[in-house]
């Protein structure tokens, strides 16, 4: 069965970096494109950042654009969320996903990805 399996979540102050990692399992992983979404207590879960299957194309929320980035390594099937410059309102709990289709393009859309890790917690203290 497909596994996706995040790692690298904490506890960082302001101002710090943590850098997110998922491994995927029980599919091919460099046919799909991999988004990260991120759920605060209260609020619903929302787009991060998401990234094509050659890592040639990526795409990022406003609220992290120019502090996190999106990469992949599709020899180690794994997918990265670089997170810089972390602000308390990034605390959340950041799930990796991998889309439905090789031809998944609505990067943004929660419904575009079928396989979802089982999350890591951020937590960014002021």
């Known amino acids: 069965q497909v596994q996706l399996v995040e790692s690298g979540g904490g506890l960082v102050q302001a101002g710090g970096s943590l850098r997110l990692s998922c491994v995927v399992s029980?599919?091919?992983?460099?046919?799909?494109?991999m988004g990260w979404f991120r759920q605060a207590p209260g609020k619903e879960r929302e787009f991060v950042a998401a990234?094509?299957?050659?890592?040639?194309?990526?795409d990022y929320a406003d609220s992290v654009k120019g502090r996190f980035t999106i990469s992949r390594d599709n020899a180690k099937n794994t997918v990265y969320l670089q997170m810089n410059s972390l602000k308390p309102e990034d605390t959340a709990v950041y799930y990796c996903a991998q889309a439905q289709t090789a031809y998944s393009t609505t990067w943004r859309s929660s419904s575009t990805y079928r396989y979802w890790g089982q999350g890591t917690q951020v937590t960014v203290s002021s």
């Open positions: 029980g599919r091919t992983f460099s046919s799909y494109a």
């Open positions: 990234i094509s299957r050659s890592g040639g194309s990526t």
